[in-house]
């Protein structure tokens, strides 16, 4: 029996302005027989017999628990209701023999609940976690410093405290180049980037920030623009922003690890894309680049995950970088916790696709476009039989549904292509776009 908590973020380091819930039920996916799952609300019971019905864990053994949701009425997990007296004793009325407590966001309230139950040694990393380690190995700019001392590849920038030290640096970034890069130290998707461009014919859009901003020809351009959004970086001057040179026609990429007591080691490789300032395709394994580059990616990203787990971490850890058409590669964060692509490749692609026996498979994960129609999760699997396109056990491919659709979170939907050559994953995304197209 395992516990497996769906705590996809916490308001410790960031505002809660979106609805996880959407996102937190991805866990389902890693689900066996007789685990405990802890979710901020009920589960959607549709796309949890989906999901099981796909990996074949039997959904009788499961147990849900929900902690109380007075603080975000279900919407964010509240990660103080953990420890709760009323709680701490469902969770103890039904567990045993747990052998691993695994969180998405592996914060000090899953040690204090750990200790609560007894069970901190099955929280791997536990004594660095509740020291508030998952900051230090989530934060940009210590990945920057961290990175620097590991002569790891990293774009020219600089980490700024106040408006002050972010005014010089970008002066002397902006006298090398057109375009920086001005990111939150905790966020993810590019949605807590903002690109900076001095130069107000570039357009730039299949690029990792959600914000653009053109500076004028003005001598205090740089102050005007600082006054305007310095407090939306630093989280009202919470935390340290990062300032870099933008890199120019680059492809995203990363490696993931796992690091233990013991070590770490390589899980995955994958690659991500960006349209309309958006996060909008996931693919593994990646494909498409050189083998040297490759494995120059994993042996860069092997160094910083031996770095990181010799500091305390333990779990899942994605270094994300960007190669360009020549090979270089520049890594941008590091990603210490369960995030977007562990579902992809560990549970639907080993569990459910069985992706690396022959004949190989490969995923690709979308994120639908704005202009499709609204739909909720029958709809959309129902018109997926209706073309054809329902994930086939028997030939390993088609399509697979990896969230719930939830009409209350705005009927968001992302849906898995599981293909063998690139003709194929065409062919589907296209029938798909001009289904839902509105």
């Given at each position: 029996m395992r516990i497996i908590i769906g705590?996809?973020?916490?308001?410790?380091?960031?505002?809660?302005?979106?609805?996880?819930?959407?996102?937190?039920?991805?866990?389902?996916?890693?689900a066996k027989d007789d685990d405990v799952i802890i979710l901020s609300d009920k589960p959607d019971i549709t796309f949890l017999k989906y999901a099981t019905s796909l990996t074949g864990t039997d959904l009788?053994?499961?147990?849900?628990?929900?902690?109380?949701?007075?603080?975000?009425?279900?919407?964010?997990?509240?990660?103080?209701?953990?420890?709760?007296?009323?709680?701490?004793?469902e969770v103890l009325?039904?567990?045993?023999?747990?052998?691993?407590?695994?969180?998405?966001?592996?914060?000090?309230a899953i040690s204090h609940f750990a200790k609560e139950i007894g069970l901190l040694n099955a929280f791997k990393g536990a004594q660095f976690f509740?020291?508030?380690?998952?900051?230090?190995?989530?934060?940009?700019?210590?990945?920057?410093?961290?990175?620097?001392?590991?002569?790891?590849?990293?774009?020219?920038?600089?980490v700024?405290?106040?408006?002050?030290?972010?005014?010089?640096?970008?002066?002397?970034?902006?006298?090398?180049?057109?375009?920086?890069?001005?990111?939150?130290?905790?966020?993810?998707?590019?949605?807590g980037n903002e690109l900076i461009i001095k130069n107000s014919?570039?357009?730039?859009?299949?690029?990792?920030?959600?914000?653009?901003?053109?500076?004028?020809?003005?001598?205090?351009?740089?102050?005007?623009y600082l006054t305007q959004r310095w407090n939306w970086a630093s989280f009202n001057e919470r935390h340290p922003v990062v300032i870099e040179k933008f890199q120019t026609g680059c492809q995203t990429i990363y490696a993931e690890f796992y690091a233990t007591d013991s070590g770490i080691c390589h899980t995955q490789t994958g690659r991500l894309g960006y349209?309309?300032?958006?996060?909008?395709?996931?693919?593994?394994?990646?494909?498409g680049i050189p083998k040297i580059d490759r494995e120059k990616l994993i042996d860069y990203g092997s160094q910083l995950a031996k770095l990181y787990q010799s500091i305390g971490y333990r779990g899942y850890l994605s270094a994300d970088a960007l190669i360009d058409k020549n090979g270089n590669i520049t890594f941008t964060e590091m990603n210490a916790r369960i995030g977007g692509s562990l579902h992809i490749y560990n549970s639907i692609g080993k569990r459910v696709v069985k992706y690396t026996q022959d004949p190989k498979r490969a995923i690709a994960q979308y994120h639908a476009p704005l202009n499709w129609r609204s739909l909720n999760f029958d709809t959309f699997l129902t018109n997926l039989e209706k073309l054809g396109y329902l994930y086939d056990p028997n030939i390993r491919k088609g399509v697979i549904i990896p969230f719930p659709i939830l009409p209350e979170v705005g009927g968001f939907v992302s849906f898995c292509i599981v293909y063998q050559t690139e003709e194929e994953r065409n062919e589907i995304y296209e029938k798909l776009d001009n289904q839902f197209r509105t």
């Open positions: 705590n996809q973020t916490e308001d410790t380091l960031q505002n809660m302005n979106s609805d996880d819930r959407i996102f937190s039920q991805r866990v389902i996916w890693f009788r053994t499961l147990k849900f628990l929900i902690p109380p949701q007075e603080r975000f009425s279900g919407k964010h997990f509240d990660q103080y209701s953990l420890t709760d007296k009323n709680f701490i004793s009325g039904c567990i045993n023999e747990v052998t691993e407590i695994i969180p998405m966001w592996p914060s000090p509740s020291q508030y380690g998952v900051e230090l190995v989530n934060n940009k700019a210590y990945f920057r410093a961290l990175s620097a001392s590991a002569n790891i590849p990293i774009a020219l920038g600089e700024c405290h106040d408006i002050v030290e972010a005014k010089y640096a970008l002066r002397r970034l902006l006298k090398v180049t057109d375009a920086v890069i001005i990111k939150q130290v905790h966020n993810g998707a590019g949605v014919a570039s357009k730039l859009d299949d690029i990792g920030a959600k914000y653009v901003y053109y500076l004028k020809p003005e001598n205090n351009a740089i102050n005007k349209q309309n300032h958006r996060l909008v395709e996931e693919i593994v394994p990646l494909d």
